[in-house]
């Protein structure tokens, strides 16, 4: 099992790393995702959270390849609260 996740937020990202032999997790903000390379090891096991945008900008053909467009290409359900 992965002991490292890197998993999207609203305003940038969360770096969880598992604490040696206690079952608890070290949170770490950050702002980037460049942020987080520093804190990985060549040997570290880590599972990489997409935010869910970017895995729906990879599963459509959409009419332009211009990435600034995408926003206006797509219409977002958004639940009602």
Avoid: Y
Avoid at 15 to 21: D, T
């Amino acid at each position: 099992m992965p002991s490292i996740f890197i998993i999207p937020t609203a305003h940038g990202w969360n770096f969880l790393r598992a604490a040696e032999q206690n079952g608890s997790w070290n949170v770490r903000k950050l702002q980037t995702l460049e942020e987080a390379a520093p804190l990985l090891a060549a040997t570290d096991d880590f599972v990489l959270g997409l935010p869910v945008s970017a895995v729906l900008a990879q599963r459509f053909r959409l009419p332009s390849a211009d990435p600034a467009e995408f926003p206006e290409m797509i219409r977002w359900f958004q639940p009602s609260q």
